[in-house]
């Protein structure tokens, strides 16, 4: 059941939960009982305890596609709340009002976090979409232009980015950042003296900390930050709008402590520090606990997204594939077109569940498959033209769903043998996140045709590696 916040009209969707004091009224937060969770920063014990009056807090917010979300936990990875809120939808002529959708969650979000763990919290941080683009004022930080989504492509820029950038680079992609900014400077920009490129989750942390141009080495990959030099590359300052980049720190980064008004508002810690953020497939991807190169995040969720840790960094634009710098080490990453979208297409979840229960996930399929929901393939395989490949289909329905999946696990192995063959570490275990990761056949299928352990990820959610991010900001606070 869903209640309504009164602030604001919008439910507040969780699952385990209670009635808690938010603010002015009542919302619905899941508020946990403590519970351990292995982590990098280290373990904690299985204590059920009221929060100590010394106990630090650390507060990470996810900004998803559709919704957002907090997770609060203490430095040993433990979870004290959680909540999550849907945007509210402002129609603009005929897109929606997003900058004032996030804005309004935000601060919902913040209303939302329970009175008794506020003053607790030390640390703040936000992931948000990647290449999700907003133009403002330098003085103001009002948006100057509609924001670019983080799947909107601008073809028209594509052109100009290929005979400015090195071949194959991340940004010749008509989605990325630097395309995004192009075509705005191009079409409505040029003229505009004071403008400055923000990505999403910048913006909403400078509503907390109000120090305007600060971007982190995650989100600015796609704009053309090189993070292995920690810097913008010659091809880009040189260009007339490079005066419109944001300065860029490592994620995690205290930028200042949260704004007086704020502070005042739903009373946190006058010291309560904000930190840089990420993007939230990183973010995901620190919450799944895979600190050492060779481990590995596979996301089986409409589509199938691989995410390796190496050693070695890797870009080839042909296939999708970019790497993205976690510390002294690189997270990279592909995507294929297939997974649960074409699974949804022949099988509801009901017969999913049921036609898994019979299949046997030792025995080899036979039939060959490519599952696609429409035509077009970019990793492993770069087709854009690839038809999906389903037939012949089995008379026993248990049988066909066999070969679908283990097609998909065939497609994942290939993925990971082509990181390989760009020169990225040997994968050695894999954790699963998404909506896949529930399918016990499946994961045993994929265990045997890769041929490595298999797990699902303790945590998934980016909100939590949100709140690592806040926890890294807290350990190296010197504001």
Aim: glycine share 8%.
């Amino acid at each position: 059941m869903a209640v309504t916040h009164p602030a604001t009209a919008s439910p507040i969707l969780v699952s385990w939960t209670s009635f808690q004091k938010c603010g002015n009224g009542l919302c619905k937060v899941r508020k946990s009982k403590p519970r351990a969770l292995s982590m990098s920063l280290g373990n904690s014990n299985n204590i059920n305890k009221k929060v100590e009056t010394s106990e630090r807090l650390y507060l990470g917010l996810d900004f998803g596609t559709s919704g957002a979300r907090f997770a609060i936990i203490d430095k040993g990875g433990t979870i004290h709340a959680e909540a999550k809120r849907p945007y509210p939808l402002y129609s603009s002529g005929e897109s929606y009002d997003w900058v004032r959708s996030w804005k309004e969650t935000l601060f919902s979000l913040l209303e939302d976090v329970p009175l008794d763990l506020r003053k607790h919290i030390v640390s703040i941080s936000i992931d948000g979409t990647s290449a999700t683009t907003i133009i403002v004022d330098s003085d103001t930080g009002e948006p100057l232009w509609r924001p670019f989504l983080y799947n909107e492509s601008c073809p028209d820029a594509l052109p100009i980015v290929k005979s400015i950038a090195p071949p194959n680079h991340t940004v010749c992609s008509g989605t990325s950042t630097l395309c995004k900014l192009i075509s705005w400077w191009s079409n409505v920009g040029s003229d505009k003296k004071s403008a400055l490129l923000l990505h999403q989750a910048d913006w909403l942390l400078w509503l907390l900390h109000g120090k305007l141009g600060v971007s982190d080495y995650n989100n600015a990959l796609k704009v053309g930050y090189d993070p292995e030099v920690d810097s913008y590359p010659s091809w880009l300052v040189s260009q007339p709008y490079s005066h419109l980049l944001p300065s860029v720190v490592a994620p995690g980064t205290p930028i200042a402590c949260l704004k007086e008004e704020v502070t005042n508002k739903f009373g946190f810690q006058k010291d309560c520090v904000v930190c840089s953020g990420t993007t939230d497939s990183i973010a995901a991807f620190l919450a799944a606990r895979a600190t050492q190169p060779g481990k590995a995040v596979t996301s089986l969720g409409s589509t199938l997204a691989i995410k390796l840790l190496s050693n070695t960094r890797i870009e080839d634009s042909r296939f999708g594939v970019y790497s993205h710098r976690l510390d002294d080490k690189w997270l990279v990453g592909g995507a294929s077109n297939t997974g649960g979208a074409a699974l949804r297409q022949l099988f509801t979840d009901d017969q999913l569940d049921k036609l898994s229960e019979q299949i046997n996930p030792s025995q080899t399929s036979l039939l060959d498959y490519y599952p696609l929901p429409k035509a077009g393939e970019r990793f492993p395989v770069a087709d854009p033209n690839l038809a999906p490949r389903l037939l012949p289909r089995p008379e026993n329905d248990a049988d066909y769903l066999h070969g679908i999946l283990e097609s998909i696990a065939r497609i994942e192995a290939k993925g990971y043998g082509l990181l390989k063959e760009l020169g990225a570490t040997q994968v050695d275990e894999i954790f699963t996140a998404g909506g896949g990761a529930k399918n016990d056949k499946w994961t045993k299928i994929r265990e045997r045709v890769l041929g490595l352990p298999v797990s699902r990820a303790n945590q998934t959610e980016a909100a939590y590696g949100a709140a690592l991010l806040a926890i890294r900001g807290d350990q190296q606070n010197i504001l």
